[in-house]
């Protein structure tokens, strides 16, 4: 599938090549689909004419109806009885009136005849504009789409309505008079902010009040407790976090900056990526911009930045070590260059002899088995973990001793060692590429590992300006950072969210350092605390370090000499194990 038509190229558990809708739909309802989820008209046409070749249809004519169109169906209702599904939402791509959905309309269409119109529910998506100059929103394409259906034989339920602005009553109205459908079936989806607001403001108009009646679903009212809490964090976001070409921070507001990696060379690479606090490099296929991706991955390296490598990322990163560290001059892929000397990144063993290529790829969800000790682990915190695959080419044994005597650790592997999932290198604040994606497994309630860093800093401290500039400084390093202006709110982080290490200020009003500390070390005696004075009583950092604080900095504090206590706390013991 090509991403300039599709968008992400979704691959689900048993290795179905999909576009991003799909993807949508997973990470939205929390649910793994398989390949009985995406009904292609390729797919359709290509069963309907095996059918006819094996003489399924008696020597017959093949036409869209009935042959085409109960093949569409039958695809329908398969994925319900495979899933065990009480409901199969379907949805229609493409616009209504173009030619290439007539077959999928017209199935549809005829499944309410085959199951009954009170088990079949039609539900369209229309986009009502709003004319600037007029300053008035148009219900005019709304209306010619609903005839354009309803001259194919399929009346709508609901008109949910994409719009700008707010519908007002006596619009809802027009367009239920125009339509034919009841008032409150006329649903408003206006443009929000952030994606994840967009069911929050459905079920405020009644959708799913509207859908559950129709459907004579007996269910209970939905708990969106945890969804209401993802969209109040997005709106409350603390920090900002700037990742060169993509990339996911929690709490922060991330600013993506784009990058082409044919515009980066070794002189311009460092006013591209200058004050990034992150870099990853994706998937992708093909040389284009290959030598760009090794400046980038070498930039991160040398300079301590970031790093996060995916599928062609991780490839790059590992030909980026091999030149740079190995001494393996020249060392590539042989997808990029066939007559590399060193191909560090080679053909997998079974795919050497393949002329066709479509469907031929590493598709769907594998076991990695990860290495004690490692920094993946530290993330997954299990041995055995499964991640979606989506490639062709792997990591070449041939130099994996000797890239592992230059210290490039190797710490996931096909559960038979055989083939290298995961990279990542020691001492590095955080430097770790994955062969697999794991943006494919990521929801927006529950991060994939991976993209969420399980250590955890929260900074304790009355002082508000000394509380941001923390955060800042740690986010950038990649932790996920939390801050508190009191003891109460301090231990009720400790008690939810079991941070790693606690910056904590000696004097806070209501309850201090000394208490804070004794009650934490209570909660979790392995938490590392650091205390922060700004007066420097001896007795009073001789209690704190007899109740378990590891050291203490005396106000105002050199911002580097604390960056380097905590990632020696937080990283180099885990970078140490990876060695």
Not at 221 to 234: F, H, K, Q, T, Y
Request: glycine content about 8%; hydrophobic content about 40%; proline content about 5%.
């Amino acid at each position: 599938m090509s991403p300039y038509q599709h968008g992400e190229v979704f691959v689900t558990d048993d290795g179905a090549e999909t576009d991003l809708d799909l993807g949508h739909y997973e990470r939205f309802i929390d649910i793994n689909l398989s390949k009985n989820s995406n009904v292609t008209t390729g797919k359709v046409y290509s069963s309907v004419i095996s059918k006819e070749r094996r003489g399924e249809y008696l020597g017959g004519t093949v036409q869209v109806i009935p042959h085409i169109t109960n093949e569409i169906k039958e695809r329908v209702f398969r994925a319900g009885r495979e899933a065990g599904s009480d409901v199969v939402i379907t949805e229609i791509g493409g616009t209504v009136g173009d030619i290439e959905s007539l077959p999928f309309l017209e199935a549809i269409r005829q499944i309410k005849s085959d199951v009954g119109r009170d088990n079949v529910m039609y539900i369209h998506v229309t986009l009502i504009p709003y004319i600037k100059a007029a300053g008035e929103v148009k219900t005019k394409p709304t209306q010619h789409s609903v005839k354009e259906l309803r001259s194919i034989g399929i009346q709508p339920n609901v008109i949910v309505c994409r719009t700008e602005y707010e519908l007002s009553k006596d619009m809802k109205a027009k367009i239920a008079l125009f339509c034919d459908i009841d008032e409150n079936a006329v649903v408003e989806c206006r443009d929000a902010d952030t994606l994840y607001q967009v069911p929050l403001n459905l079920r405020e108009e009644g959708l799913d009040e509207i859908v559950v009646n129709h459907l004579k679903l007996t269910t209970p009212a939905p708990d969106m407790s945890e969804w209401e809490g993802l969209v109040d964090r997005i709106n409350k976001l603390e920090h900002t976090v700037e990742i060169a070409i993509v990339g996911f921070a929690s709490n922060a507001d991330v600013k993506i900056r784009w990058i082409h990696s044919e515009d980066i060379t070794d002189e311009n690479v460092g006013d591209l990526l200058h004050g990034v606090g992150g870099i990853l490099v994706p998937g992708g296929f093909g040389d284009r911009g290959i030598e760009g991706k090794v400046s980038a991955i070498r930039y991160a390296r040398e300079k301590q930045i970031p790093f996060f490598g995916i599928c062609l990322g991780m490839q790059v990163s590992v030909i980026e070590y091999a030149r740079s560290i190995v001494g393996l001059t020249g060392a590539n892929s042989s997808e990029i260059n066939p007559a590399t000397e060193f191909p560090v990144i080679d053909l997998l063993p079974e795919q050497k002899d393949i002329e066709n290529l479509g469907g031929t790829m590493r598709l769907g969800l594998y076991p990695c088995k990860l290495q004690e000790g490692s920094l993946a682990m530290a993330c997954y915190d299990d041995e055995l973990v499964y991640e979606r695959h989506r490639h062709r080419y792997e990591f070449n044994n041939e130099y994996r001793e000797a890239i592992e005597k230059a210290g490039l650790v190797i710490s996931g592997t096909s559960p038979d060692g055989r083939l290298v999932e995961i990279v990542e290198l020691p001492g590095h604040p955080w430097f770790l590429a994955v062969q697999f994606h794991p943006e494919f497994t990521s929801r927006p309630n529950r991060p994939q590992p991976l993209f969420l860093e399980n250590k955890k800093v929260l900074i304790v401290d009355d002082q508000n300006g000394i509380r941001i500039l923390l955060m800042e400084v740690f986010s950038s390093e990649g932790y996920n950072t939390f801050q508190a202006p009191n003891g109460k709110i301090a231990l009720e982080i400790v008690n939810n969210d079991k941070p790693d290490l606690v910056l904590l200020d000696m004097k806070i009003p209501g309850m201090d350092g000394l208490e804070i500390l004794k009650h934490i070390k209570e909660i979790d005696p392995d938490i590392k605390v650091i205390m922060m004075t700004a007066y420097g009583e001896l007795d009073m950092i001789k209690e704190a370090t007899d109740l378990g604080a590891l050291m203490h900095f005396t106000k105002p504090f050199d911002i580097d000499e604390m960056r380097v206590a905590v990632n020696m706390q937080l990283r180099n013991d885990t970078a140490n194990k990876c060695s």
